[in-house]
């Protein structure tokens, strides 16, 4: 089992940043590949970012591509992965949740394969 909590979300301006975070825990640290998706309203839940078990390889959507950028941190024992949005934009408007999973290929962009969810973090950019 893994428990997956995001934060970060906010109310920001077009162009502007943010850094979300997402932290897993219930399982040796460094052992998750993990991964961003989000959902707009009236929408279907899109893959962001996802970044493998060692962060070493990393996979973007070609609508963040070049603005996104996904990391983590396995060092003392934290399973923590960061999302920073840059360049904000309305369209980035969503909620986004962080998800994990110990099994499976190296990298993965289909959110069935991710078994562990957070519960979301609202990102809304005004025009």
């Known amino acids: 089992q893994a428990h997956v909590v995001e934060s970060g979300g906010g109310l920001v301006q077009a162009g502007d940043s943010l850094r979300l975070s997402c932290a897993a825990s219930g399982h040796t640290a460094g052992t998750y590949a993990m991964a961003w998706f989000r959902q707009a309203p009236g929408k279907e839940r899109e893959f962001v970012a996802t970044?493998?078990?060692?962060?070493?390889?990393?996979?973007?959507s070609d609508i963040v591509k070049g603005r996104f950028t996904i990391s983590r941190d396995n060092t003392k024992n934290k399973n923590t992965v960061f999302l920073q949005m840059n360049n904000l934009q309305p369209e980035d408007t969503a909620q986004y949740y962080c998800?994990?999973?110990?099994?499976?290929?190296?990298?993965?962009?289909?959110?069935?394969?991710?078994?562990?969810w957070g519960q979301g973090t609202q990102v809304t950019v005004s025009s």
């Open positions: 998800a994990a999973r110990f099994t499976g290929r190296l990298i993965d962009t289909t959110p069935q394969a991710y078994p562990y």
């Open positions: 970044i493998s078990w060692s962060g070493d390889s990393t996979s973007y």
